[in-house]
């Protein structure tokens, strides 16, 4: 969402009477990736223009300080930002715990696998319980990397 003239005025006029402190960030604001990937598109155009001989500002002149300055504030406001949408609790180790809700849809179809005869349905009991299993130990943050294959398999069928 972009903010007009008018909206950056009057946020402006807050300020200046002491009603506001600063303007507020947005909720979704652009980021520093973003912001940085123009920065490359904007240099690569002048440099095709610059070896071509239609354009003959120096880079400092188009990316000045005001610019750099706008690439700073955008870096800058990452981390409050993420903090204020707890963006950094959604990390690496809670994704286990994110895909709880899909648990039940891996099972019924383990179970829709082995619809038929009962040769079927022992190997999707093993690969049920193998899941499950590995499944536990990783919501409890167990390493599994030591473990025997034959751990796995406490099933024994003729």
């Not at 019924?108 to 009962?118: D, L, S, Y």
């Amino acid at each position: 969402m972009t903010v007009s003239a008018k909206e950056y005025a009057k946020y402006e006029n807050l300020i200046a009477n002491n009603i506001l402190k600063e303007i507020p960030n947005p909720d979704d604001p652009v980021g520093y990736n973003t912001v940085n990937t123009y920065k490359a598109a904007l240099y690569n155009v002048w440099q095709m223009q610059a070896s071509g001989g239609s354009n003959s500002l120096s880079w400092d002149l188009i990316f000045m300080s005001s610019s750099q300055q706008l690439l700073d504030l955008v870096k800058a406001r990452r981390k409050p930002i993420s903090w204020k949408t707890y963006a950094e609790k959604l990390g690496g180790n809670f994704t286990p715990f994110m895909t709880m809700a899909q648990v039940d849809n891996i099972e019924k179809e383990f179970w829709n696998h082995a619809k038929g005869t009962v040769t079927q349905c022992f190997p999707a009991l093993q690969n049920r319980f193998t899941f499950l299993l590995c499944y536990s130990a990783i919501l409890r943050h167990e390493s599994l990397f030591l473990g025997e294959l034959s751990n796995m398999f406490g099933f024994e069928h003729n």
